[in-house]
């Protein structure tokens, strides 16, 4: 028997292959689609940052500027965090040698004062009651508080600082009863009638000198052969008290000669009495229009000196008699200073200016020196101290006394700048 066609097995046979077909796209269908839902599913971070900057050949332009964009925020932004972790440290850093190098300053009377001083009337009416601990902790430094006068504080900043040299700019004047006064300023415009040569200066220094003279209670007793001097850490230091007069040395000098009085009736002045110069807790300093005759009038006392000029220094006329500082502006005396160094035939000048001064007994003065930058003016202070002058001309006081210069300015950081 022959084989026959069945059309209906055939048709099932079709059907049975076609839904297999069916069944196996579809499983496909499925797979791709679970795969599209969640496609970073399995992938490490690391695989999507690659995938997210990397630029694929074949890609759209617009994805190859946005891989370009995409790498340079992601650089930038690894900048901004790395930089910000070193500007943390830099200040951590410099936190640190700040409080590492700041010089320790002391807690006394004397600070006290400059804390709770507010006028003119204060550098008087603060030393009582008299505090004990006036200046404890203070070493005497051989600095002058240049324009003490314009400080805060006059007077009580220097002294807690350490200098052992102040300086007043006086003018004449006639008070509201029409009697001679001598104010304090810098030009005549700021003169006022409280800021008195005798309220920032002279009656606090004499207040101060009768307590540091005033016997204790318990005061062993001592073969003294001059009054106590300002600083208990040095009581034979003298103070120097400046008096640059700006206005015509005739009718200034017997205003301070008269002034004067009490601490000359103390005994706390330094005197040239009968060729004999005897040393004191204060050492009064005439400069600007004083004049030398005026000073050397007198031929058997003074208690005045005069602020010589350190150019004309080896005039014989000036000595330990009638002269206590050398002075001159230090541009006048060498001319401009370069980056705050010295040449040669600079350092040739001071040296030889500040040995002249030395060889009468003089001490040597600078004034007009460099302030800023702080390096610069460092340079030329240790200059000067090095070649042996007598007294730093200073306006940064805290600076110049308590920090070490050396570290004064650290990996360009300037530290000890006021």
Same mark, same amino acid.
């Given at each position: 028997m022959g084989f026959k066609h069945n059309p209906f097995k055939s048709n099932q046979s079709f059907d049975s292959a076609e839904l297999g077909h069916d069944a196996r796209e579809r499983s496909s269908s499925s797979s791709s689609l679970s795969s599209f839902d969640d496609p970073r599913r399995n992938q490490s971070w690391k695989s999507l940052l690659r995938n997210k900057l990397d630029y694929k050949h074949g890609s759209e332009k617009i994805s190859r500027r946005q891989a370009y964009r995409n790498r340079t925020l992601t650089v930038v932004f690894i900048l901004l965090i790395l930089s910000g972790i070193a500007v943390g440290i830099w200040y951590a850093l410099v936190l640190a040698l700040i409080n590492r190098l700041s010089p320790r300053v002391p807690s006394?009377?004397?600070? &006290?004062?400059?804390?709770?001083?507010?006028?003119?009337?204060? %550098?008087?009416? @603060?030393? !009582?009651?008299?505090?004990?601990?006036?200046?404890?902790?203070?070493?005497?430094?051989?600095?002058?508080?240049?324009?003490?006068?314009?400080?805060?504080?006059?007077?009580?900043?220097?002294?807690?600082?350490?200098?052992?040299?102040?300086?007043? *700019?006086?003018? @004449?004047?006639?008070?509201? =009863? &029409?009697? $001679?006064?001598?104010? #304090?300023?810098?030009?005549?415009?700021?003169? /006022?009638?409280?800021?008195?040569?005798? !309220? +920032?200066? +002279?009656?606090?220094? +004499?207040?101060?000198?009768?307590?540091?003279?005033?016997?204790?209670?318990? *005061?062993?007793a001592q073969d003294q052969s001059r009054p106590l001097g300002v600083f208990d850490a040095d009581v034979n230091e003298t103070v120097v008290l400046l008096l640059d007069f700006k206005e015509d040395s005739a009718g200034l000098f017997p205003i301070v000669l008269q002034l004067l009085e009490? +601490?000359? %009736?103390?005994?706390?002045?330094?005197?040239?009495? =009968? =060729? /004999?110069?005897?040393?004191?807790?204060? /050492?009064? #300093?005439? !400069?600007?229009?004083?004049?030398? !005759? *005026? #000073?050397?009038?007198? %031929?058997?006392y003074r208690d005045v000196f005069l602020d010589a000029p350190l150019a004309t220094i080896s005039d014989p006329k000036y000595n330990t008699t009638n002269s206590y500082y050398a002075s001159i502006s230090l541009k006048q005396a060498i001319g401009t200073l370069w980056a705050g160094k010295f040449s040669s035939s600079q350092l040739q000048t001071v040296k030889q200016q500040i040995q002249a001064a030395s060889d009468k007994g003089l001490k040597a003065r600078y004034w007009d020196t460099i302030a800023w930058p702080i390096p610069w003016r460092n340079n030329v202070w240790k200059v000067l101290? *090095?070649?042996?002058?007598?007294?730093? =001309? #200073?306006?940064?006081?805290? &600076?110049? /006394?308590?920090? $070490?210069w050396d570290y004064c300015t650290v990996a360009g950081f300037v530290l000890c700048g006021w």
């Open positions: 006394n009377g004397l600070q &006290s004062i400059t804390q709770n001083w507010h006028n003119a009337s204060d %550098s008087l009416s @603060l030393l !009582s009651p008299w505090p004990q601990d006036f200046g404890r902790g203070i070493i005497p430094v051989s600095c002058h508080s240049h324009n003490d006068y314009t400080r805060k504080v006059p007077l009580y900043d220097a002294l807690y600082a350490g200098c052992i040299g102040v300086e007043a *700019d006086i003018w @004449l004047r006639n008070d509201s =009863n &029409s009697n $001679n006064v001598l104010l #304090v300023g810098h030009t005549s415009k700021s003169l /006022t009638p409280q800021r008195t040569l005798n !309220s +920032l200066y +002279l009656d606090p220094l +004499l207040q101060i000198l009768e307590n540091q003279n005033k016997p204790g209670q318990f *005061d062993e009490p +601490l000359r %009736s103390k005994g706390y002045l330094t005197t040239f009495t =009968n =060729n /004999t110069l005897t040393p004191g807790p204060i /050492t009064v #300093v005439a !400069s600007g229009n004083a004049e030398y !005759s *005026d #000073v050397v009038a007198n %031929s058997t101290m *090095d070649e042996g002058t007598g007294m730093l =001309n #200073v306006d940064d006081l805290r &600076s110049a /006394t308590r920090w $070490n």
